[in-house]
């Protein structure tokens, strides 16, 4: 006799409330970090987050119910496309901020390396549910050595790709989703340790030819990205060039204190000293204006949103459904403590937005995906009365 079953068609209500949160949070943050921008009219960014976001829950909706078993079957077209969109930029694209990351579309910069990320995503998921079909157990050190070169072949296409436009924040977002599917793939332990090992060695690797060879160190570090490294380690000392956003940032965070200094109050907010405050440095408004408390409260959302992503993960009936999550919950995990990290001076500055807070059309949108790939996932899920939940191929 089958075990009795309970169907879950319902959308994961802590998950949308998160992303309500979510959504009031970032109106206000943009309203206020983007004041030093609005001339004639205030609400004009605002206005342009709030549209992004009545499509990206268009999208959201559409992907939700979209069938994800059927995926498979599109991955390798849709990351053709994706690396025929990222070739197409590198010939076409617009170039803006010393970047050529955007196809103009009328008006609206689409960047493809956002879309990208869910079509790795996607394509990730695909192979390693093959590999990974009936097995219960570790791989071994032989088998994981072939998942770890094939995982990596097809990242690292997109991921030169994405670093030549420069946009290393994106590319590292790449190696992000791929290290994550590769972590928890089942692979050897020893396999694990070798992966973290050659991540140090190579950073180490960076240090010594830094310090020994720089000309050599030069023609892989660029001298903007060398320059960001020093804003970093050093940020008071490089206080009026590279350190300049930095510095700013961690004068305004430390401002607003417990409570903050009131919303649209801040002073190195609404002075125009941070730069890309309602972007990239958006969780330096939060933090000036809305204190600790504001931004721990939006800590405990986004922790909240991801340890619901890793609920339904756990709880999905196949592989491939639990990769797709998995590669979501990388995907949002390494671009929210990233760009929180840069405002705060534990990790260098690179060009992430924080996730569904930060002004932005394709950030946002693709994010928006991202959340109804989870939905989906959650939605199609068969609960069991009797036993774990059957992970099937």
């Known amino acids: 006799m089958k075990p009795t079953q309970r169907h879950s068609f319902t959308v994961d209500s802590v998950l949308l409330f998160m992303l309500l949160l979510l959504f009031i949070y970032s109106l206000l943050a943009v309203y206020s970090g983007s004041g030093q921008y609005q001339v004639q009219d205030p609400y004009f960014y605002v206005k342009r987050q709030f549209a992004w976001y ?6 959201m909706y559409v992907v939700m119910k979209f069938d994800y078993e059927l995926l498979p079957n599109l991955a390798w077209p ?15 694209g617009t170039y803006k901020n010393g970047s050529q ?8 910069l689409l960047q493809p390396s956002e879309f990208m990320k869910i079509f790795l995503i996607i394509l990730l998921a695909t192979i390693l549910s093959k590999l990974s079909k009936h097995r219960a157990t570790r791989f071994s050190f032989k088998q994981s050595i072939s998942i770890v070169l094939l995982v ?7 991921f030169f790709l994405i670093l030549q436009q420069p946009d290393l924040g994106t590319a590292l977002v790449i190696g992000s989703i791929a290290l994550t599917l590769i972590l928890v793939s089942g692979i050897s332990m020893k396999m694990i340790g070798l992966i973290v090992a050659s991540i140090v060695a190579g950073i180490g690797f960076l240090v010594f030819l830094h310090n020994h ?10 001298s903007h990205q060398l320059d960001r490294i020093y804003g970093w380690l050093n940020p008071h000392e490089h206080a009026s060039n590279y350190g300049y956003q930095l510095t700013q940032s961690l004068l305004g965070i430390g401002s607003g204190q417990v409570k903050g200094t009131g919303f649209t109050n801040g002073i190195q907010v609404q002075s125009g000293r941070i730069p890309e ?3 990239d440095f958006i969780f330096a408004v939060i933090g000036e204006e809305f204190g600790f408390v504001g931004a721990a409260v939006l800590l405990a959302i986004y922790f909240i949103m991801l340890y619901r992503m890793v609920v339904i993960a756990f709880e ?25 990290a840069m405002t705060i001076g534990l990790m260098p500055v690179t060009g992430l937005a924080l996730p569904l807070i930060s ?3 394709s950030a946002l949108l693709t994010n928006m995906m991202a959340i109804g790939i989870v939905l989906g996932v959650s939605m199609r899920t068969k609960l069991y009365m009797f036993g774990n939940e059957q992970k099937m191929s």
């Open 54 to 59: 009545v499509i990206g829950g268009i999208l």
């Open 316 to 340: 999905a009936n196949t592989l491939f459904a639990t990769y797709l999550v998995a590669g979501v919950i990388g995907l949002l995990t390494f671009q929210i403590y990233q760009n929180i």
């Open 213 to 222: 060879y720089f000309d050599v160190f030069s023609k892989i570090i660029k």
């Open 152 to 158: 990596g072949v097809v990242s690292i296409v997109p």
């Open 359 to 361: 002004y932005g059309g």
């Open 277 to 279: 405050a309602h972007t």
């Open 101 to 108: 990351r955007w196809i103009n579309l009328g008006g609206f």
């Open 78 to 92: 849709l990351y053709g496309i994706g690396l025929f969109l990222l070739i197409l930029v590198h010939f076409f």
